[in-house]
């Protein structure tokens, strides 16, 4: 099974940029497909971003299009997602997520990404 972590969270202004990591454990890393996923302070988890097994395709929520960059080194068995222009509206814990079919069946504990401003 893989096991995920998240880090890089914190507190930043408005306009600023956070980088958040994910780092995985176990042997197939490369087979999944990953993702980051967000819930703000009396909303539901959001889809923020997804990355195929091979980095060859993304996708992101219209909110974050343009400020955020999903980005794997499976080398390292690492996730990253770039932060650009962070809004108040991006505060939010941000989970880690991993599937090897459909349906996001791991998921990391989260790190809080607060946004001043």
């Known amino acids: 099974q893989i096991r995920l972590v998240e880090s890089g969270g914190g507190l930043v202004q408005a306009g600023n940029s956070l980088s958040l990591s994910c780092a995985a454990s176990?042997?197939?890393?490369?087979?999944?497909?990953m993702g980051w996923f967000r819930q703000g302070p009396g909303k539901e988890r959001e889809f923020v971003a997804e990355?195929?097994?091979?980095?060859?395709?993304?996708e992101y929520t219209n909110s974050v299009k343009g400020r955020f960059t999903i980005s794997r080194v499976n080398a390292k068995n690492t996730l990253y997602l770039q932060m650009n222009s962070l809004q108040p509206a991006d505060t939010a814990v941000y989970y880690c997520?991993?599937?090897?079919?459909?349906?996001?069946?791991?998921w990391g504990p989260g790190t809080q990404v607060t946004v001043s401003s």
């Open positions: 176990g042997r197939t890393f490369s087979s999944y497909i």
């Open positions: 997520a991993a599937t090897l079919a459909t349906l996001w069946d791991h």
């Open positions: 990355i195929s097994w091979d980095g060859s395709r993304t």
